[in-house]
């Protein structure tokens, strides 16, 4: 499956990429995912409702674009429960390197080491959040694997267990119910 999306994408017109908007959250969308927010949690990127996460730090990333498609997060206290503080500020998102056994995505603080992980080359194909490899393949290789039964997703790249899910992460959030229904 993350060959053929790898194909799929590497074949996109480079010039229809987009500007990467200077605020903009993400949302995942698959199969069986409606537009889920990504969020944070000890470093770690989730997607689903952060109020579900065990982690006091969990909250939905607002993204900024720096420099070479690096794109740091903060978290969007908006809807947070008073239990929940988050103890973060300023992360870089980070997508594991072609060779890391851990495929995890995540968020580096200033000063947690680098590892085999690359945390440039972000960019938006429409508003579908992409890599830009250093070789020119854009990829698409966003996995989901099922935290128990909570509606909640932990994201992995380029991952090859059966359990996780293809994702679409997009900057564009989910039309809300209500909405749906007014319009018909
Ligand atoms: C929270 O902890 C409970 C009990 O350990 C576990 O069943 C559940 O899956 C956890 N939720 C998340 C989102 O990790
Ligand atoms: C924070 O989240 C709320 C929804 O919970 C959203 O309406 C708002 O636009 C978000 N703010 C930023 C800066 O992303
Ligand atoms: C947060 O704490 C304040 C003051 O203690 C309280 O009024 C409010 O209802 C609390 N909010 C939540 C979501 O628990
Ligand atoms: C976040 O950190 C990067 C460097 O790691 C810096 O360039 C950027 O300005 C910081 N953003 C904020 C909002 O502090
Ligand atoms: C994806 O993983 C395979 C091994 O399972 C590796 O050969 C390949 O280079 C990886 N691709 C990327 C884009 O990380
Ligand atoms: C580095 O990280 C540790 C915990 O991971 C934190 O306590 C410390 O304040 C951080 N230092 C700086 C300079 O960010």
Redesign the pocket.
Known sequence: MGFQQLLLVASLPLMALSKTPD???LYAYGQALGGLPLFNADGYAYVGDASLSNSSSAA?V?FSGGSDNTWFGAP?T??LGNSTTPDWSNVTLFVPGSSSSDRRVGFLSSNSSDGDVVTSGFIFYGSTAMLLADDGDVESLWFGAPVGNTGVYEMYWNSTDSSHVPIALRSVAPTSANTERRRK
């Open positions: 605020s903009f959250q939905p607002t969007n908006t809807d």
